[in-house]
């Protein structure tokens, strides 16, 4: 199946900081989400990123499907943004189901 | 809108025993899945449904049945709990692309 891997596992900023998360994925694809998973677990659905990029505030993301990866860019980074940051891609077949990376946490402090 | 909700969000069971998760959307999609998150990892999908009465296997479905008698409800069973089932347990729904994630259930099996 397709492997998802992202980078970096770990990464500590300080409050206002820009950071840039990667993800890079083994296979075509056409469809790539990104996911915010806060420090109480709850997964919030951040990007719907088939290719191209897209902005929501201090967020962005960028997909170059030829070249198999997505970037998550912070800007401004905020204490709320700590978690767990993860990209997914489709399985083939149908029914969306999505092959998860391992995640990037984000710790930022004050 | 509720969106997704996990009955229970929390569970202790002994080795052996048996215990059925609920997961309900009131959004009226199509598409359900469970996924278990493992420390360190990204969610992996156990089983999933594309419409009422239908349900297939995911990437680690061994251990656990589902139904899906309504189009808003899907349970995930454990007939015979096991500790490699000590895990947080995500439902989600999707009508397109986008998944939409429950709050999580953790469950501790000893």
């Known amino acids: 199946g397709i492997q998802v891997e992202q980078s970096p596992p770990d990464l500590i900023l300080q409050e206002g900081a820009n950071s840039t998360l990667r993800c890079n994925f083994s296979d075509s694809v056409n469809n790539l989400q990104w996911f915010h998973q806060n420090p109480w677990g709850q997964l919030i659905n951040l990007f719907y990123?088939?290719?191209g990029t897209k902005q929501n505030g201090r967020l962005s993301a960028t997909t170059v499907a030829t070249e198999r990866y997505s970037l998550l860019y912070i800007s401004s980074s905020q204490t709320t943004d700590s978690g767990v940051y993860f990209c997914a891609v489709p399985h083939t077949g149908t029914a969306s189901k999505l092959t998860f990376g391992t995640g990037t946490r984000l710790q930022v402090t004050l | 809108n509720a969106g997704v909700t996990q009955t229970p969000k929390f569970r202790v069971l002994k080795t052996g025993q048996s215990m059925t998760l609920l997961c309900a959307q009131d959004m009226n999609h199509e598409y359900m899945y469970w996924y278990r998150q493992d420390p360190g990892m990204g969610l992996r999908l156990i089983h999933y449904?594309?419409?009422?009465?239908?349900?297939a296997k995911g990437e680690v479905p061994d251990g656990y049945n589902v139904s899906r008698l309504k189009k808003q409800n899907f349970l995930l069973g454990l007939e015979s709990a096991a500790p490699s089932q000590t895990s947080v347990y995500f439902c989600?729904?999707?009508?397109?692309?986008?998944?939409?994630f429950g709050p999580g259930t953790r469950l501790t099996v000893l």
């Open positions: 989600a729904s999707s009508q397109g692309d986008t998944q939409y």
């Open positions: 449904s594309v419409g009422e009465g239908t349900t």
């Open positions: 990123i088939p290719s």
